[in-house]
């Protein structure tokens, strides 16, 4: 309010000035046709500008609607195409996929994290995988009712199984930077090559196996002959927007099994 005073007073002589001339110009147009007319043409499409930039405003803010519903979709088209996108040992149908916003992370820390605007009122519960579009992301640590916690890949314990495409397993080891990690222990006949595909390969009531990483060199260990592959990660962990948490669809069955055997 203060603020206002203060210009009011120091531009008042000028603000007098537009109003008198605005005063004139009405009481002119009154008088005139044709400046009646020009009035009303400029009127007209002043509003039509203000009309197209609220619009464009009300379009932008719409935004956010329009991207949950293509999360949404997506998450449906994922579960349906799955299979015919994953190699053959990480086929399932078994699997439903939450869409869910990341409303904070972090990427530059020893151990990093990721929390999800949805918990336990949308079915996220902790345990499950979280996938983006383009890779493997981490596992819900705790969950609320309106949001989760995971404990992503770029964690000091945030390390998984993982899988050569076509070859044997080994432990995936975050390296410190969020785009690399080591592929670990491989065993001596499954070299790996540069641009192997590297999967996920955690418990299947975490996640279904996915893409994880593309071998970028490798290395042999001169006292097992294993191999050591350094990996690329597919997922973006600086910018991490929308995700997918993993729902095992046959996870009440299991429990129930895990009951009735202890």
């Not at 399932?92 to 972090?106: A, E, G, L, Q, T």
């Not at 949001?147 to 076509?166: C, N, Q, W």
């Not at 350094?230 to 095992?248: A, G």
Request: aromatic share 10%.
């Amino acid at each position: 309010m203060q603020q206002l005073i203060l210009f009011l007073t120091r531009y008042r002589n000028n603000l007098l000035l537009l109003a008198l001339l605005l005063l004139a110009v009405i009481r002119h147009s009154y008088k005139n046709p044709v400046s009646e007319h020009w009035i009303n043409q400029v009127g007209s499409g002043f509003s039509a500008t203000i009309s197209n930039a609220t619009s464009g405003w009300k379009h932008y803010w719409s935004l956010e609607d329009v991207n949950e519903e293509l999360a949404r979709e997506n998450a449906t088209l994922r579960a349906s195409l799955w299979s015919s996108n994953a190699p053959s040992f990480a086929l399932s149908n078994d699997y439903s996929f939450i869409p869910v916003k990341v409303i904070d992370f972090s990427y530059k820390k020893r151990n990093n994290y990721v929390v999800l605007s949805g918990g336990k009122s949308t079915g996220i519960m902790p345990g499950m995988g979280v996938i983006s579009a383009s890779g493997w992301v981490g596992t819900v640590s705790e969950s609320t009712k309106n949001y989760a916690y995971v404990v992503p890949f770029t964690h000091s314990k945030g390390e998984i199984g993982a899988r050569l495409e076509g070859k044997g397993l080994g432990q995936l080891t975050w390296t410190g930077d969020p785009k690399t990690a080591t592929l670990k222990d491989i065993e001596r006949e499954f070299m790996p090559v540069q641009g192997d595909s590297v999967y996920s390969y955690t418990r299947a009531e975490i996640a279904p196996p996915v893409l994880t990483g593309i071998v970028l060199s490798a290395t042999q260990s001169e006292e097992d002959l294993s191999w050591d592959a350094e990996v690329e990660l597919t997922t973006d962990f600086r910018n991490l927007d929308w995700v997918y948490v993993c729902q095992f669809k046959g996870m009440q069955e299991m429990d129930s099994l895990k009951t009735s055997i202890e």
